[in-house]
């Protein structure tokens, strides 16, 4: 079984900061890429930033300059998030591409997600 954890969400006043962590563990071979996407109530799930195996990062245009997405040692993923706005709200999700065997796909996993709130 794989499984993605994720924590640092909270409550922040607008300009704020906030430091996302996800952590992968379970039966895995490799992992492509990680990355992080957010969903507020009524809307869809939204790409927020991704990170490649070799490090190349790809950022949704309305968090660019703002949020940055780093990896170590292959298994975890952090989101680090400056100058927060309320449109920022939203429950995080952590994505990973995952191949569980030399032999198998890559499967698509997903956190349980973290609440992010940011106050004005």
């Known amino acids: 079984q794989v499984q993605l954890v994720e924590s640092g969400g909270g409550l922040v006043q607008a300009g704020g900061s906030l430091r996302l962590s996800c952590v992968a563990s379970?039966?895995?071979?490799?992992?492509?890429?990680m990355g992080w996407y957010r969903q507020s109530p009524g809307k869809q799930r939204e790409l927020v930033a991704t990170?490649?195996?070799?490090?190349?990062t790809n950022y949704a245009d309305s968090v660019k300059g703002r949020f940055a997405i780093s990896r170590d040692n292959g298994m975890s993923v952090y989101l680090q998030m400056n100058s927060l706005k309320p449109e920022d709200t939203a429950d995080y999700y952590c994505n990973a591409n995952i191949r569980t065997a030399s032999y198998t796909n890559t499967k698509n996993y997903w956190g349980q997600g973290t609440q992010v709130t940011v106050s004005s």
């Open positions: 379970g039966r895995i071979f490799s992992i492509n890429v």
């Open positions: 990170i490649t195996s070799g490090g190349v």
